[in-house]
């Protein structure tokens, strides 16, 4: 069974700082990988996504790596602003179309 | 782009009653569609998937008898929580996908936040 581990837990950073959440999966037979914002009490807004064909997805700041062999995702946040502070959840789909969730990193920007 | 809704957004019953949540796919036709829930601070955890027509498959340890799921259509799901006890209260979060869109990404419904007092 697809195992999905988000390191860190939480994280605080002060406005301005680049920085990096890691996401690893125990199946490298994966179909895609998908990032995704969840602001407290809200749903999901979906960030990235990467097919397993690809290494990497990038959308204005944010740039999501993938490493389908050593089962590790990382997504950088460039240039942190307040409004990044959310959950920031990795989910993986495997061959069978199940999506499998990390437990998330919670982001907190600081003016 | 897909949107997937949920109704109702927020939801308080009593102990021992039943409510029920509705998912929609708005603009496109949803083969499959999946039921996750969500505790404070913890990751989503799927329920159950469903398929149009037919009935849902369910995770271990998720109860069906409690947790009915129908998808009589193909862009309208419910979630039936029967005799909902306080343990049931939880962030209720659908999701949808169609062959017909790119790739298999699944697009989410905004989620239905139930308490049960």
């Known amino acids: 069974k697809q195992e999905v581990t988000q390191i860190p837990a939480a994280l605080s950073v002060p406005e301005g700082e680049n920085l990096v959440l890691n996401c690893s999966f125990t199946?490298?037979?994966?179909?895609?990988l998908q990032w995704f914002r969840q602001d407290p009490g809200k749903g999901l807004t979906s960030l990235l996504l990467i097919q397993s064909s690809q290494r990497e997805q990038t959308s204005g700041r944010l740039n999501a790596s993938l490493d389908k062999s050593s089962g590790r995702s990382t997504l950088y946040i460039a240039a942190s602003q307040p409004g990044d502070s959310a959950t920031y959840l990795c989910?993986?789909?495997?061959?069978?179309?199940?999506?499998?969730f990390g437990a998330g990193t919670r982001l907190t920007v600081k003016p | 782009g897909a949107v997937v809704s949920q109704h109702p957004s927020w939801v308080i019953c009593k102990s021992g009653t039943s409510v029920k949540i509705e998912c929609r796919s708005l603009d496109f036709q949803a083969t499959t569609m999946f039921w996750y829930r969500q505790f404070p601070k913890q990751s989503l955890m799927l329920m159950a998937t469903?398929?149009?027509?037919?009935?849902?498959?369910?995770e271990q340890g998720v109860e069906k008898d409690k947790f009915l799921i129908n998808h009589a259509s193909l862009t309208l799901s419910t979630l039936t929580v029967t005799s909902a006890h306080p343990e049931d209260s939880s962030f209720y979060i659908c999701?949808?996908?169609?062959?017909?869109?790119?790739?298999?990404?699944?697009?989410f419904g905004p989620g239905t936040r139930l308490t049960v007092t």
């Open positions: 469903s398929n149009e027509g037919s009935k849902a498959t369910y």
């Open positions: 199946d490298s037979a994966i179909y895609n």
């Open positions: 999701s949808a996908r169609s062959p017909g869109l790119a790739g298999i990404e699944q697009y």
């Open positions: 989910a993986v789909n495997d061959n069978n179309n199940d999506m499998r």
